[in-house]
Nanobody, 116 residues
Framework: QVQLVESGGGLAQAGGSLTLSCAAS????????MAWLRQAPGRERELVAG????????NYADSVKGRFTISRDSAKNTVYLRLSSLKPEDTAVYYC?????????WGQGTQVTVSS
């Protein structure tokens, strides 16, 4: 079992920045990769960014490339998502995901609201 706790969401102005954190606990060694996904009202959940635990390889949705940065701190078992140059269309609930061989685990979600 893996437990994920997100923090760092809130209200930002367009062009501003926020940093989201996702702290993992439990069977940390079973995690292969972690990711951030988001879901806006009336829309499907979409992948924002992912990172592998061992190699640190990252991938991003085209809509956030150059603006968002995913990173990890293995010592703290925490993954971060730095959101910069925010746009109103980035408004959504952001979820942290941990992928293991047997299951995917999810955090509770954190709201990000970007005002124009």
């Amino acid at each position: 079992q893996v437990q994920l706790v997100e923090s760092g969401g809130g209200l930002a102005q367009a062009g501003g920045s926020l940093t989201l954190s996702c702290a993992a606990s439990g069977s940390i060694s079973s995690i292969n990769a972690m990711a951030w996904l988001r879901q806006a009202p009336g829309r499907e959940r979409e992948l924002v960014a992912g990172i592998t635990i061992k190699g640190g390889r990252t991938n991003y949705a085209d809509s956030v490339k150059g603006r968002f940065t995913i990173s990890r701190d293995s010592a703290k078992n925490t993954v971060y998502l730095r959101l910069s140059s925010l746009k109103p269309e980035d408004t959504a609930v952001y979820y942290c995901n941990a992928n293991t061989l047997l299951a995917d685990y999810w955090g509770q979600g954190t709201q990000v609201t970007v005002s124009s």
